[in-house]
């Protein structure tokens, strides 16, 4: 007997709930209708209460409805009736979905809304989105609750937490709800200072935006609020700290890809090479080709064009290098300032060739896919395009000191850096180890070529860039040496991208100069010498 009087109780509060359950949704729907057309402080007042119980209604249509209010296709009509506008301007039943052939414009007026009713919307279509069944989709929703903050957001959120078995989504709903609380005029002290907990532990700049609305005030919430921005501010700090020293090394790697090629031809043959930076230019139209003839020829294999343009960059570059020396550099050795005249018209016209084939606009190299986009390590954004050049340029850098310690044109390479009599008195023929040095230097800058592809703009200026940074480097780390090139490289980036937000771009580089002249004044041969031929004399 008591158990059939427990279930007819339960039948009964079910029946309750889902007839209160329908009353919520018929208000909400109630204050949609009513307030069609109108511009008044309470029409808006109203469509703002009709979303707030839409959202926590439960209604499967809910979300479609206030989509539908958020582009301007709810409509009423004078029986508090709501239409949504179809792509064809037929329309169909609000709560039902069904098609309503006999509703037309004269009938109906649109359900207007402002800045108030759009913060109110976004906040219900979050709350919706919070039991979606992919867990990418409610971590957005989460998201979206935050940014709005809505305390009418709560009980959804409330719901959700309880249901949630994701731990990081779990984690936003939490930060979330925090968040609205600290706006909810209604919350309890205590609940207020376990919000502000949370965002003090979240630690992001969104967080102390929230924190910092309660500066000004007075008691044990705003006393924790404000100690909260002050750690929060302190972790910001050394993010801020440690996202400067990743944009240095992203910029240092640029530089060691670009000055690396120059580091091998500098230091064997001592030619100040002012054509250098076309080199890095050719491989970057050579990687623009290599995409074009793949995207019309291989389309299947368009997203690993940069892997084929590495070593076609490379042989190109590195065959134009090779051609330089043997036709115009072998004349000149031993005459620094004719070598540095006639390689600087080299640049010229190199320049000029390329805005003959390819124009002189710049010309778009796509991203691959497997590059595009970001990932985030606490307070530090991590971009894959530069995190892939970082890796690219260390593994070029090991390459080349691979090639030149254990392969024999490596050692001959090292021999002729050394001592370069003597080694022509072995049998080393050092003018074709000169030309292969010169290709080899100039390969690598088409190497880094492509890597800049990603970054920069394709042009026939884009060398004229980083020729200058890459002599730098080369000076500073010692002429030759490549350990020296890789630190004088990631030094110069990370000081460089420390100055910047103090001195500003151009005069963050002066500065850079100028300790760089003090440095090479107290250690002219850098910070890594070698012993070459400039030496020997």
């Not at 009509?77 to 052939?101: C, E, M, W």
């Not at 044990?220 to 801020?240: E, G, H, K, N, Y």
Request: charged content about 15%; overall charge neutral.
């Amino acid at each position: 007997m008591h158990r059939i009087v427990a279930v007819l109780a339960l039948i009964i509060l079910m029946q309750g709930m889902s007839v209160c359950r329908a009353d919520g949704i018929d208000d909400a729907y109630e204050e949609l209708a009513a307030s069609a057309g109108s511009i008044s402080a309470a029409g808006f007042n109203s469509v703002r209460q009709g979303i707030e119980q839409l959202a926590v209604s439960g209604d499967p249509r809910a979300a479609v409805v206030i989509g539908a209010l958020q582009d301007g296709l709810l409509f009423a009509n004078d029986d508090h009736a709501l239409f949504i506008q179809q792509a064809d301007g037929s329309y169909v039943d609000a709560r039902t979905g069904k098609p309503a052939p006999d509703v037309t414009d004269d009938d109906l007026k649109a359900v207007r809304i402002n800045n108030a009713v759009r913060s109110a919307i976004e906040a219900a279509l979050g709350s919706l989105q919070l039991f979606a069944p992919d867990a990418p989709t409610r971590l957005k929703a989460a998201s979206a609750v935050f940014t709005s903050h809505d305390p009418a957001a709560l009980p959804a959120l409330t719901r959700a937490l309880a249901k949630e078995t994701n731990p990081e989504v779990k984690q936003r709903m939490e930060q979330a709800k925090a968040a609205a609380i600290l706006y909810d005029p209604g919350a309890s002290q205590p609940d207020r200072l376990v919000a502000v907990a949370t965002l003090r532990a979240r630690g992001d700049q969104d967080a102390r935006s929230l924190l910092s609305t309660l500066a000004g005030q007075t008691g044990p919430v705003a006393d924790a609020a404000a100690t909260a921005v002050v750690a929060i501010d302190r972790v910001l700090q050394i993010w801020s700290v440690a996202q400067s020293v990743y944009y240095g090394v992203s910029l240092g790697s640029v530089l060691l890809l670009a000055a690396a090629g120059l580091a091998i031809t500098f230091g064997v043959m001592g030619v100040i090479n002012m054509a250098h930076g076309e080199m890095v230019m050719i491989g970057a139209y050579v990687t623009f080709v290599v995409q074009q003839l793949m995207h019309i020829y291989v389309p299947s294999l368009y997203q690993i064009s940069l892997l084929i343009a590495v070593p076609m960059a490379f042989l190109v570059s590195g065959a134009v290098g090779v051609a330089v020396e043997r036709s115009l550099i072998r004349w000149l050795y031993g005459r620094p300032l004719e070598t540095l005249l006639a390689t600087w018209g080299l640049s010229l016209v190199l320049q000029q060739v390329v805005r003959s084939l390819f124009g002189a606009n710049n010309r778009d190299v796509d991203t691959p896919g497997w590059m595009s986009g970001a990932t985030q390590l606490g307070g530090l954004t991590l971009t894959w395009n530069r995190m892939y050049i970082i890796l690219f340029a260390f593994l070029v850098v090991a390459a080349l000191m691979a090639a030149l310690r254990y392969t024999s044109l490596g050692l001959r390479m090292r021999a002729v850096t050394q001592n370069r009599r003597m080694a022509a008195a072995m049998g080393i023929k050092t003018p074709w180890i000169d030309a292969m040095t010169f290709g080899l230097g100039s390969g690598v800058a088409g190497i880094a070529g492509v890597a800049l592809s990603q970054i920069d703009n394709v042009s026939p200026n884009l060398g004229q860039g980083y020729i200058i940074d890459s002599f730098m480097v080369v000076v500073f780390g010692g002429v030759g040496n490549l350990w020296g090139t890789t630190l004088g490289a990631l030094t110069l980036g990370i000081v460089n991208k420390f100055l910047e937000p103090i001195a500003g771009a151009v005069l963050g580089k002066i500065v850079v100069l100028i300790l760089l002249i003090l440095f090479v004044q107290r250690n002219p041969r850098g910070m890594f010498p070698l012993k070459g031929r400039a030496v020997e004399s």
